[in-house]
């Protein structure tokens, strides 16, 4: 993850930028610098006998991205595509072409890395199917104001499909 540094003299604190979505109601983010775009564009063309979690293909501007169902992917129940739905497309360093469907985008957030809490082996010990998921995405959680943030690492979605 990269990070700014603060411009003031003598801080030392790192800020990093995650652009979040919901996914079930829960607050999610990934590193804004791992994102090429945000499409309302979800319509997908399905790929037969691909794995429940390959949502399929879209077609944006000519290019073609393959499209996971995040919600899936993390052991979360599936949920029917509305006008509030959006695919987050990731940069071709994050994966060849390739971008996942969210229930809802929501605000770019920078944090301090002191707010981070790194607790992927923690969660990694739960017993619920979709926490143990979560925990094998996640890099960590986000314990903001009003709400904690699960903080997913978007190179690890594609090989998550492969396994």
């Known amino acids: 993850m990269r990070s700014e540094r603060d411009g003031n003299p003598g801080q030392s604190a ?26 309302p ?13 390959v949502k399929g293909y879209v077609n944006i501007r000519g290019q073609v991205h393959l499209v996971l169902n995040l919600r899936l992917l993390l052991g979360l129940d599936e949920r029917e595509v509305d006008p509030q ?7 071709a360093e994050v994966g060849e072409d390739f971008g996942v469907l969210v229930d809802q985008v929501s605000d770019v957030l920078a944090v301090e890395e002191d707010m981070i809490d790194e607790r992927r ?7 619920e199917q979709s926490e143990r998921r979560i925990a094998h995405l996640g890099k960590g959680v986000c314990k903001l104001d009003t709400d904690l943030m699960v903080i997913l690492e978007s190179r690890r979605f594609l090989k998550a499909v492969k396994v």
């Open 121 to 127: 082996q923690e969660l990694q010990e739960m017993s």
């Open 41 to 53: 564009q979800t319509t997908v063309t399905p790929i037969f006998h691909a794995r429940p979690e």
């Open 85 to 91: 739905s959006r695919i987050i497309l990731f940069k």
């Open 14 to 39: 790192c800020r990093y930028q995650f652009s979040t979505f919901y996914l079930a109601g829960r607050l999610f983010g990934v590193n804004i610098l791992d994102v090429k775009e945000i499409t």
